[in-house]
């Protein structure tokens, strides 16, 4: 039996996109499955994730792709010039 056909990782496999994780599973021999997970996919869910723990109405999460840090921005009153900023910039 493959490792791909064990009911704990086609649990797994389902799990994952459960999360909403865009996966490929690739079974090169029975022993293996390797599991890759788009990046895309991955940010989108961590920003999901993210927003879901966010109580306060007035946020903002941004992914620098130069420094591949993510951040949130959490203000009181009016938008901080730096958000508009970013917001312009995913435009």
Do not use: C
């Not at 490929?24 to 927003?51: F, G, Q, R, W």
């Not at 903002?60 to 420094?67: A, N, R, V």
């Amino acid at each position: 039996m493959s490792v791909k056909d064990d009911p704990r990782v086609i649990a797994s496999i389902n799990r994952l996109r459960h999360l909403g994780l865009s996966v490929i599973v690739d079974n090169p021999n029975p022993n293996l499955v390797v599991i890759l997970i788009d990046n895309e996919s991955l940010v989108k869910t961590i920003k999901n994730m993210i927003a879901k723990s966010v109580s306060y109405p007035k946020y903002f999460i941004y992914l620098d792709k130069e420094t591949n840090v993510m951040g949130l921005y959490i203000w009181k009153g009016e938008k901080p010039k730096i958000v508009q900023e970013l917001e312009m910039k995913l435009q």
